[in-house]
């Protein structure tokens, strides 16, 4: 159906504009109700879509800012693909202070979400250990040495509590303000352990040199398992130390 599902959110509903930034969707600004809001739409499939439905509504609950999904005229939270939720206003963090704040975040995200079902299809960084595939990820396109260097990296976090993280908390995913600091993109959220979320400018997590090492390193060998291969991930990859 593509677009032409925007329909379902009222005979008023309209796109406005393409927003930058989406990779794996078609983004764009929509008028709902009157309202702008942002229409994402994707192949992601109908398990994937309900799973991180139901997450951000649990996060709204729990007071965190995130986009919560616009239903529908008939209470569907989304249609072929096709999601609609608010704008968030605020901008990136620029300072100390302000990756801090996003530290505390993501912490409080971890801690919500703690022992919650992985999304339909994804892998951890420890199931990648023995997996050889999870959603966008295949080791066997990767050179078989890399792959050694990710999973000795990966190793390093075996037996660890296990949460939702965000995924790619790069400035452009964060919307700060006096009051608020907002989480958009989902796209890559799954279950994993939480030092992933942390690898953040001027070590604002506060991590030991030990943890931060070992969370930059697998940080680094997922990123160029996920987006394996572009010069992004060859790049991610020559930062994973030989084993």
């Not at 959603?135 to 990966?154: N, S």
């Amino acid at each position: 159906m593509g677009w032409e599902a925007l329909g379902q959110w009222g005979e008023d509903a309209v796109r406005v504009e393409p927003l930058a930034g989406g990779v794996a969707n078609d983004v764009w600004s929509v008028r709902v109700g009157g309202h702008l809001a942002v229409g994402r739409l994707g192949g992601r499939s109908d398990a994937d879509l309900a799973w991180e439905m139901a997450l951000l509504q649990h996060l709204d609950r729990e007071g965190l800012t995130v986009p919560v999904p616009i239903p529908t005229a008939d209470g569907r939270l989304f249609v072929d693909g096709l999601v609609v939720m608010p704008y968030l206003e605020g901008g990136p963090p620029e300072t100390a202070a302000d990756w801090r704040r996003v530290a505390g975040v993501l912490r409080e995200l971890h801690r919500l979400t703690r022992g919650w079902p992985q999304r339909p299809g994804w892998r951890s960084s420890t199931d990648l250990l023995h997996a050889e595939t999870g959603t966008k990820i295949d080791l066997g396109a990767m050179p078989p040495e890399g792959v050694a260097r990710c999973r000795a990296v990966w190793a390093r976090l075996a037996g660890r509590e296990t949460c939702v993280v965000h995924g790619d908390p790069n400035p452009g995913n964060i919307r700060m303000t006096a009051d608020h600091v907002g989480l958009i993109d989902w796209d890559e959220t799954h279950v994993d352990v939480p030092d992933l979320d942390l690898v953040l400018p001027g070590n604002a997590a506060g991590l030991d040199d030990d943890a931060y090492d070992i969370a930059a390193q697998a940080e680094a060998a997922w990123e160029a398992a996920v987006c394996w291969k572009d010069d992004y991930s060859v790049k991610r990859l020559a930062e994973v130390r030989p084993v």
